[in-house]
Antibody, heavy 116, light 107 residues
């Protein structure tokens, strides 16, 4: 069945770089796009960017200068890297499968705290 | 960017009531709106896609309507498991955006 699992450090220091991995199963990264969505604690959802099935990427312009998304299709993994983290980057980070830009399957999310 | 405005922010209802949640887009987006449910400490779940298309496995009491700028998620006879936060999301143009959510709570 379709599964997405996020992994990464729970704590990142201010100004450092966040690296997250989304490992997928039950579908191919060359057939579906994978998106990253984040949610500050107690707040709403924010689309961060996407890795399309054909390898193209798109980013939210609000984050574009800090954000990079890549993939390794042989390992069924999609990677997120975001630099210059600040405290307002604290929250839960989700990867989700996209189908026509709707998000039909979601990972369980990984909580990231930015703190010194 | 397309701004989605959801109303009300909080809706207090009694189980068994039927409710309508609103999502208004800052510009016309055809039917490129999707609805998600997020229970406390869980990931969002897709309920309705493209304004009114049903999703396999989602109870039939959930339905959607609208086009252009005004959209509605309706829940026919709310059940206890429905008390959560509901978000709309547009896929008309990048950046993809979400509304700020409507919290459905027990009266």
């Amino acid at each position: 069945q379709v599964q997405l699992t996020e992994s990464g450090p729970g704590l990142v220091h201010p100004s450092e770089t966040l690296s997250l991995t989304c490992t997928v199963s039950g579908f191919s990264l060359t057939g579906y796009s994978v998106y990253w969505v984040r949610q500050p604690s107690g707040k709403g959802l924010e689309w961060m960017g996407r890795m399309r099935y054909n390898g193209d990427t798109s980013y939210n312009s609000a984050l574009k200068s800090r954000l990079s998304i890549s993939r390794d299709t042989s390992k069924n993994q999609v990677f997120l890297k975001m630099n210059s983290l600040q405290t307002d980057d604290t929250g839960t980070y989700y990867c989700t499968r996209g189908r026509g830009s709707t998000f039909d399957y979601w990972g369980q999310g990984v909580m990231v705290t930015v703190s010194s | 960017d397309i701004v989605l405005t959801q109303s009300p922010a909080t809706l207090s209802v009694t189980p068994g009531e039927s409710v309508s949640l609103s999502c208004r887009a800052s510009q016309g987006i055809s039917t490129s709106i999707h609805w998600y449910q997020q229970k406390s400490n869980e990931s969002p779940r897709l309920l309705i896609k493209y304004a009114s298309q049903s999703i396999s496995g989602i109870p039939s009491r959930f339905s959607g309507s609208g086009s252009g700028t005004d959209f509605t998620l309706s829940i026919n006879r709310v059940e206890s498991e429905d008390f959560s936060v509901y978000y709309c999301q547009q896929s008309y143009s990048l950046p993809l955006t979400f509304g700020s959510g409507t919290k459905l709570e027990i009266k």
